[in-house]
């Protein structure tokens, strides 16, 4: 799972110095109301479908891609949940990175999920009571996506 060549190309000129990058996440409902997670390749945990947007992608059709692109499914956003901020991460090399975070409800369309890409090393739907361990953060963010449709819930501080 390597950076997009965007970022790259910027990685060469700021080095490891902070970059704030857009990303997105979703929480993907099928219709028996299991949300679709994948295990990540890096660091093993349970995540929400999520990923950086390239230059000029607009948010909604960005997480649609994602979602296809790391899970073979085919999803519709229905709404913004949340809006935050993920970081500051540091990853294995040095580079460091904040995220705005936008993340969304959706909801599946068609595709088996399967793992499609090299970033997971594991994809499936799971009842909500029964999920793998989650971090705090994937949790709330499922959490606002099964409330009823609400005001986007804003991350003031860490």
Known sequence: MGAPDFVLRLREKIGNDPLWLPAVRGAVFDDEGRVLLCQRSDNGHWTLISGMLEPGEHPAPGLVREIF????????????IAVGVVG??????????????????????????????????AVGWFALDELPEMSAGQLEVLRLATEPEGPVAYQLED
């Open 69 to 80: 692109e790391e899970t073979a499914v085919v999803a519709e956003t229905e709404r913004i």
């Open 88 to 121: 500051p991460v540091t990853f294995p090399n040095g580079d460091v990175c904040d995220f705005l975070d936008i993340a969304f409800r959706c909801r599946y369309v068609s595709g088996e999920a399967q793992v499609n890409d090299d970033e997971s090393t």
